[in-house]
């Protein structure tokens, strides 16, 4: 069964702290890994895919990795802006591209 | 607009009865998704369509029903109404090909 974990649960950062997200992930079979990004609300609004060990991707204050067994979301001098919970889902190999996320990581950016 | 669009944003109903929310997309993507968004659970997969008449289940079907007569429309109807169906519902969209998804604004179902 496919499984996807995010730690911590919570996070709380005062403007300009870096810090990372992490996501664990158990697939059998790795096609793809997602990162999005949840306001209060709304529906989650895609950030990344990355799709094998080693790549890296960045937009703005936001940088993802990929390792073989977890993948980090690296926040560098966020911004109360950036306050948001963070989702991270899988797309196995075998199935029809359906995500299986994890529960989320809520950030706060306290100014 | 371009986009993904679901109907209603919120919706009351009582235990018992049928309710249908809606799910409609422009951009002809091949695949569509309906999710259960629940404290505790994160999201969780109700049913998936990878074309049109073409359905399979989730995570979590049960008391759900879909359908998929048209590629840009995918109606979830809940049969017969519970309590734990109380959620916030969201619809997604994705050409498939390891393609990034895209979610509606979400329906927020309340079940008295």
């Known amino acids: 069964e496919d499984q996807v974990t995010q730690s911590p649960e919570a996070l709380r950062l005062q403007e300009g702290e870096s810090s990372s997200l992490n996501c664990s992930y158990t697939?059998?079979?790795?096609?793809?890994l997602f990162w999005y990004r949840q306001d209060p609300g709304k529906g989650p609004e895609f950030l990344f895919t990355l799709y094998s060990a080693g790549e890296e991707k960045e937009k703005e204050r936001l940088k993802a990795t990929l390792t073989k067994k977890e993948s980090f979301l690296h926040i560098t001098a966020p911004k109360p802006e950036d306050s948001a919970t963070y989702l991270c889902?899988?797309?196995?190999?075998?199935?029809?591209?359906?995500?299986?996320f994890g529960k989320g990581t809520k950030l706060s950016v306290i100014p | 607009d371009a986009g993904i669009t679901q109907s209603p944003r919120y919706k009351i109903t009582e235990t018992g009865r049928q309710v249908t929310l809606m799910c409609h997309q422009t951009?002809?993507?091949?695949?569509m998704f309906w999710y259960r968004q629940d404290l505790g659970h994160g999201l969780r997969l109700i049913y998936y369509?990878?074309?049109?008449?073409?359905?399979d289940k989730g995570e979590v079907p049960d008391g759900y029903v879909v359908s998929r007569s048209k590629t840009e429309n995918f109606p979830l109807t809940l049969e017969s109404a519970t309590r734990s169906q109380t959620s916030v519902y969201f619809c997604?969209?994705?050409?498939?090909?390891?393609?990034?998804?895209?979610f509606g604004q979400g329906t927020r179902l309340t079940v008295v």
């Open positions: 369509s990878a074309a049109a008449d073409i359905t």
């Open positions: 697939v059998s079979g790795l096609r793809g």
């Open positions: 889902a899988v797309t196995p190999e075998a199935g029809s591209y359906q995500l299986t």
């Open positions: 951009w002809s993507h091949s695949y």
């Open positions: 997604a969209s994705n050409q498939g090909k390891n393609t990034e998804a895209f």
